[in-house]
Structures are given as C-alpha cells and as structure tokens.
C-alpha cells in the first residue's frame, strides 16, 4: 500500500478555507485516494474520494495533480464544529489484504 | 436505519480478564473489519471478515485475540487473557457486499473503549 505523509497538524480561524496536502510518492495505477473525518471519541467518516483531478461535494474539495503523486483536501469557511483529525488513504477496498492503513492523520484545530 | 452499532462502548477489564467486543454492521453490509486505535494514534487494520469466513487476519496479534462473524448475530473481537497494553478503541467498520462508488466506503462504529487495570 502506498504510504502517506500529512503535516501533523494545523490551525485556522472561523471562516477560513483549510488546506492539508497529503503527499503519496508511490501510489499505484488503481489506487484511489480517500479522506476520512474523525472527532474525539467517534469512528472515521468519510468525506471524500477521487482518482485524478478535482472532485468535490458539499463538505470538501478534493484536488489531486497530474502526477497524483500528492493530493489537497480544501475545506472551505471552516466553523469551530470542524476541529477533528483528518486522514488521507491511499488504496484500493476490495484490494488483496484489504489493509486500509490509517496513518497518524492531521489534527485541525479551529479557532474563534 | 441504524449505523454500526458496537457495544459496549466503555469496558473494563482486570489483567487476565477475558474482553468481548460486537460489532453489528449496517443492515444489508456483509463486510466487517476492526481496527484499533490507540490514545493519539490512528487506527491500525486488525481483521477483515465476511459472514462465516475470515479474509485477512494479518493485523491480528498471534496470541489472545481471535474475530468471528457467525451466520446469524454480530461480529465478535474476543481478547483473552487482557495485559495493560490492550487498552484502545477497538473501531468496527463495515461495507456493503458491492462496493458503492470507485472503491467503496467504511462505515465506522463509535468505537468501543477497553481500560485494563
């Protein structure tokens, strides 16, 4: 499985967009990439998937280069109920081994 | 239309103790994993299984733990013989038998929190 590199953490305001690049140098063809949501004392959630270019839904934004050798998670007018750890995954479900690998993720904190 | 539901959501257990955690997917999901979390961490794949059938125990330790998923009731993560460094959140998820979208989507549990004394 490809491995992902994301900055630990990071800190916003209310109302500022919120961008975490996940870097995955050594993706493969079939993989996909996956960002997942988690608050203090709840399970994951995803947010949103894409393969290349941009995909976006009403939580994020989800751009991913040429390369796709990295990807940006945007989210836009962050509010203080967004503090929570995000993680970036890479792979593919269903795939041999099914080892979706959560790494440490990036802890957002919103602030007032 | 319920969600994972795993209980119980706090367990403590003396060293020695026996711990069992249920998982009880979302309706019509015949895919569970488990994961473990620990304080600070992520999650860390542990098993993945479908009814009757274990598919990937790889993440699983060698000794005291051991996951069902029986024709009929939830999932079960059974320790045994609990040490210190077994307190986590013991995360369930589960998919449906066809993935929806590219690749599918987990469908995490609350978590079930185990303390060993």
């Known amino acids: 499985l490809a491995k992902t590199t994301q900055p630990i953490s990071m800190d916003s305001y209310e109302g500022q967009e919120v961008n975490i690049t996940c870097s995955h140098n050594?993706?493969?063809?079939?993989?996909?990439i996956t960002w997942y949501q988690q608050f203090p004392s709840q399970g994951p959630r995803f947010i949103i998937q894409g393969y290349k270019t941009k995909v976006t839904n009403e939580v994020a934004s989800l751009f991913i280069p040429a390369d796709r050798k990295s990807s940006t998670l945007s989210l836009p007018r962050v509010s203080l109920s967004d503090t929570a750890v995000y993680y970036c995954l890479v792979g593919v479900l269903r795939a041999a081994g099914n080892k979706l690998t959560f790494g440490g993720g990036t802890r957002v904190l919103v602030k007032p | 239309n319920a969600g994972v539901m795993q209980n119980p959501r706090h367990l403590v257990r003396r060293r020695g103790q026996e711990a069992r955690l249920r998982c009880s997917p979302m309706?019509?999901?015949?895919?569970v994993y488990w994961y473990r979390q620990l304080p600070e961490e992520g999650l860390k794949f542990m098993v993945y299984l479908q009814k009757e059938n274990i598919i990937d125990e790889s993440g699983m330790p060698k000794e005291r733990f051991s996951a069902e998923f029986p024709k009929e009731g939830p999932s079960i993560l059974r320790i045994q013989q609990v040490v210190r460094g077994d307190s986590a959140a013991y995360f369930c998820a589960s998919s449906p038998p066809e993935p929806e979208g590219p690749t599918g989507e987990l469908f995490f549990g609350e978590g079930s929190r185990l303390t060993v004394l």
């Open positions: 050594n993706i493969a063809t079939n993989d996909y």
């Open positions: 309706k019509g999901h015949s895919h």
